[in-house]
């Protein structure tokens, strides 16, 4: 979006330092949306922005209780209220890294086009992680600061080495019944691996189970090749089956459903509205529309599953413009970039997505865990090594936690993974609610620290954040309902195994 000349509109030597908070500004429609560092915003016309930088509300004007009450008069801060908020939105930066991603295996049944792993066939039996490494993982994990910890299992395909699988849980389980920590497990699968039996132990030892759907039967099945069966048949087969078995444990269906995610190629760039379809038919209700990332087989495969951020943008807006339109008929959907930044915006609450928070979630907010016992300081750490780049591996099972937390690797993802310490991000009205995920900038800038003003990341956020900004100028009340619904925090305590018992 081009930003006006302000010149003509504020003058310099009127401007009164002092009056107003620090903040940032940008013109959304007619008006512009003002941030301060808290997290606080208003829409202000141009007039109404004038008065604020030069100081000119006068305290019976309604437009100065207006930005008192969202803490941009400096006069009206209240510090120690303010101190208490900023330390509650931000008490990631107290804990130690929450999600422990264990790679189980390379083995994988699947062969998906962009694949971020380096996977291997069925019979590599020697890409597992023994339960030896499982068990030394673990117990890193548990030294984190962290009250809370989730385990992910991942792959390849983490079903494949499933001895493995159930021995961290109750090696975990074990383990908690000391640290009492809030624990919880994921599964990351492509589900064809998934028995009965299986099944009953997952949901008895409360694993969440998440998979991967991109979209129509002939859209998933192109790129998630699957040479056994029919794998869009096999994955919502078991979807289902999952969410009946919900059901029969008493559970609330409107919270506890298996989740999936898409991926975004190419040939689904034509198709925002079958892709939608295709959720609400398996029953779920909200949609993560990742943009294909760079790493691993993607960005090998980028030549012909790839797209520009300008088609995924307008693949964006035409798939949430559809929800919303279908969220005013009456269906309850939400797209969950939309939904974490309104969390931010209009529910003044940090979901802590580890990719959208200042510092990121390198290394402070996750460890990814490979099969050999290596560790990496994230997911995404993980996919540039395999394109065999160790840039992001920050030592090993080998390694005490402290060893790993205070390297000299860690400490400068850490401030790379910081919006106040990128020149553009300093002076950008969504600083509050934005993030740095430093392995991205490393892929795709060729340094950790990266430029905004050339980096896809800042684009594609700068661009849902103004798509957002510009649905809440509009908004009406039934419209900000509908946002206040999606950002709504329904936590999921069944899974939570607080003790092990
Ligand atoms: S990454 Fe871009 S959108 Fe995000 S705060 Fe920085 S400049 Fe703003």
Known sequence: MDQPDLTALIELKKVKAGFAVPFNHRQIGSDYLVTNDLGDWAFVTPQELQKLVYGTIQKEDPLYSRLAKRNFIAAELDIAAQAQRWRYKNQFLFYGPTLHAFVLTARCNFGCQYCHSSIVGMHRTDTDMSIEVAERAVDMAFQSTSPGITIEFQGGEPLANWDTLQHIVEYARQKNTLAGKALTFSLVSNLSLMTEERLDYLLDRKVQMCTSVDGPRELHNKHRLYRDADGFEVTTGWMKRINERYIELGLDPNLYRVEALPTVTRVMLERPRDLVDTYLELGCRAIFLRKLD???????TSKHLGYSMEQFISFYTEAVDYIIELNRQGVQVMERNAAIMLSKIIADYEPNYLDLRSPGGAVIGQLGYHPDGRIY?????????????????????????RELM?????????????????????????????????????KTQGTINGRMRDSTWCRKHKYIFDYLATKLHEADERDLAMFDRWTTNRPQEHFLQADGS
């Open 377 to 401: 300081s994230s997911d995404e750490g993980r996919f540039v090594s395999s394109m065999g780049d160790e840039a992001f591996c920050i030592g090993s099972v080998d390694n005490t936690y």
């Open 294 to 300: 760079p790493f691993g087989f993607a960005a090998r």
């Open 406 to 442: 205070t390297s000299a690797a860690t400490r400068a993802l850490v401030i790379a993974g910081t919006n106040l310490s990128q020149p553009d991000c300093v002076s950008c009205t969504y600083r509050p609610y934005c993030g740095q995920q430093p392995e991205y900038n490393y």
